[in-house]
């Protein structure tokens, strides 16, 4: 059996916080996390919070919701 233990991150790259989410600095163990928490979309359109500079990224991509072909292919 695959083992389950969730990786916690630490207190002092992502600190606590009520209404924010704070990373103090890049931990590139982390990297697949820090893309799925930092992406943004407003209901259509998506985009995976990835670095600017390129690399390294774990899942680079912008996402469209409900884009689909209607007919048989």
């Known amino acids: 059996m695959r083992n389950s233990r969730r990786k916690s991150a630490p207190e002092d790259v992502y600190p606590f916080e ?28 998506g985009m995976r919070g990835t670095c600017d500079e390129g690399q390294p990224t774990v899942h680079s991509g912008t996402y469209v919701n409900g884009f689909h072909e209607t007919w048989p292919i």
């Open 18 to 45: 009520e209404w924010r989410l704070v990373e103090k600095r890049f931990d590139l163990s982390y990297l697949a996390a820090t893309e799925s928490l930092f992406a943004t979309g407003n209901g259509y359109l």
